[in-house]
């Protein structure tokens, strides 16, 4: 089979780029698959993907590449015009409306009508809904959710229900959200949840030797970072050599260290950059907070078991209740209450021996998503939406 | 996986000790290769052969690959332990020494040696800036212990002189108070900091904290003083591209701190 990956943005660091990554090569063992990025501003990714999938852009923004100002690229001039120009197909109120344009309307239109593929899959709302009525029939599609329905406007919702009967099936990451659109989508196209995926190798093992809590995302409001350092400042009362280090990049990230700064935290929390090794630096670390307002899915978390990290996070819509075990590989706490992260944290930090167990037990629940499962979930969902297609047509 | 490693690590007498949780099989060895020269350092595991030990102080500086070899056949060794040990490091920093071994993992498992000349500096650990001073605790690294008077030492950038005051040093601990209203009275400045202790003239920096690049990750707090000649001066630490710490000393803006 020929399997093509569409993401707005491959050369990003955030969950969904990771999970497509890891789904894409583990299938490419036994596919063709490639991935195409609508929009491309770096040389390479910078998450490692397989050598054996095929990445390709739609809208080339380095400098030198298709877009604006780009010295004889023969659309160079209406790309450029095109760019400034709001998308007219993507709802205005997609959550990433911003990055779409009159110029990625074109690219991925004429990419989609022209896609030679058996299967299509679509990362995101604003490309499902393009997918959904632009691929052409021959081609599976297949729409993915990473966040979760209730995220989505309610503009968007009307165009969600009206649209996804176009897809010949959805994917979403928890079985909560599958409920959620299996009530929203009348259409009758199948839902199937599926989660992500550990990539396999050798993963790093804590060695809870280090007095450090680590947290990774988006520093985006979602993620709850401001909720995390409220919740550290009662953490560094009690235990004052404990850090907390935070992996990733956003538009969050002045406020964050201003934050942090106000709350008196600027021997305890470091603002780390995004990192290519995301596993490497958890496992240097003895606990992970996940702080999030809403996860989809929450890849951070099963990154953090099979490197034996335990991890406390907001029980908060909907991933992360998918995935911790309370009390047995980590703690849930109510969402949203910074008291309650903190003294799960505390809990954590004061009984090392709890830690330990913690920590072991998380090697084995990671165990249940490595990514050959995922990569087969995957295989017979496309055979069984092939062979109710095939029956339908 | 019999042939991961599940310990990799250089002790503080600068042995490298690595370890396996099952016997690595009969005829393997571990081989260090110096990326730079390509020379080799066999090394042969313990009779139990789960374990492996030889000391790594003298190696020559660079990046020096670890390798299982077997026969004709090597491979890069892999290994689990991530490396980074915070305790590790502040203990291995706290003996003189003129060169450190640490340990490297790459995001596939392969393990190497960074072999490094160091200078002494000055360990930052915590800063606190507040009720009128900067007060900084660490320790001093690679130095061994020190017993004696000490200076903390602000040395003024574009010759605005030094201002400098007693500092305690109590083994490799240092703890250091800088009054701002000292900094204050001289022209507005930045001010590099120095611990010196016997015939040592360290950098205050921060570098065993596994955290390289420390402009963006935090920032300390700004205190406001009166300037002997009117006006209000800003005073705040922070940290150069180096991740040395410095002081910036400014004229507050007419409506209050930046």
Known sequence: MKITFMLLDAFTVDGTVRSTFTLAGELARRHEVEIVSVLRDAERPALPLSARVRLRSLVDRRAGGSGRGAPGWPFGGRAARLLDEPSALVPARERCYDRFSAWTDERITRALRRLRADVLVTTRAGLNLLAARHAPRRVLRIGQEHLRLGLNDPGVLAEIERGYSGLDALTTSTAADRRDYLRRLPGGTPVYAIGNGLAGGLYPRSRQDNRVVVAAGRLVRLK?????????????????????????????????????????????????????????????????????????????????????????????????????????????????????????????????????????????????????????????????????????? | MATVANQVRVGTDDALLIGWPAPLPDGERVVLWHDESGAELPVEPAGDRLTCTTGVGDLAPGRWELRLEAGSLTRPLLTDDPGGSLGGMRGYAARARDRSVTVTRSPGGHAALAVRDVVPHAEVEAVHPRDGEILITGLLAYTG??????????????????????????????????????????????????????????????????????????????????????????????????????????????????
């Open chain 1, 224 to 393: 709850g970072h401001d909720l995390l350092l409220e919740a550290f400042t009662k953490v560094v009362e009690k235990h004052p050599d404990w850090r907390l280090r935070i992996y990733g990049a956003g538009p969050r990230r002045d406020a964050l260290r201003s934050l942090a700064t106000r709350l008196g935290l600027y021997n305890n929390v470091l603002l780390m950059n995004a990192t290519g090794d995301l596993e490497g630096e958890i496992a240097k670390a003895s606990v992970l907070a996940l702080p999030s307002r809403g996860e989809g899915f929450g890849m951070t978390i099963i990154e953090a078991f099979a490197c034996g990290v335990p991890v406390v996070a907001f029980d908060c819509p909907l991933g992360p209740r998918e995935l911790v075990t309370d009390g047995h590989d980590g703690f849930l706490v109510p969402p949203e209450e910074p008291a309650a992260l903190a003294e799960a944290l505390i809990r954590l930090i004061d009984d090392e021996e709890l830690r330990l167990r913690m920590a072991a037990n998380a090697r084995e629940s990671a165990s249940r998503h490595g990514i050959a499962d995922i990569a087969d979930a995957w295989e017979s969902m496309l055979a069984e939406v092939r062979l109710a297609r095939s029956k339908g047509a």
């Open chain 2, 145 to 258: 212990p020190q017993y004696g008077g000490a200076r903390l030492v602000a040395a003024g950038r574009r010759s605005a002189g030094t201002v400098t005051r007693a500092a305690r040093v109590d083994g490799v601990e240092f703890r250091a108070r800088l009054p701002i209203g000292a900094l204050a009275a001289r022209p507005p400045a930045l001010w590099d900091l120095f611990l010196d202790v016997t015939a040592v003239h360290a950098r205050l920096a921060t570098r065993l904290d596994d955290a390289p690049g420390k402009r963006g990750k935090l920032s300390f707090p700004i205190q406001v003083t009166a300037a002997p000649g009117g006006g209000d001066r800003t005073v705040r630490p922070y940290y150069t591209a180096a991740d040395e710490l410095s002081v910036a000393c400014h004229e507050a803006a007419a409506d209050g701190p930046a």
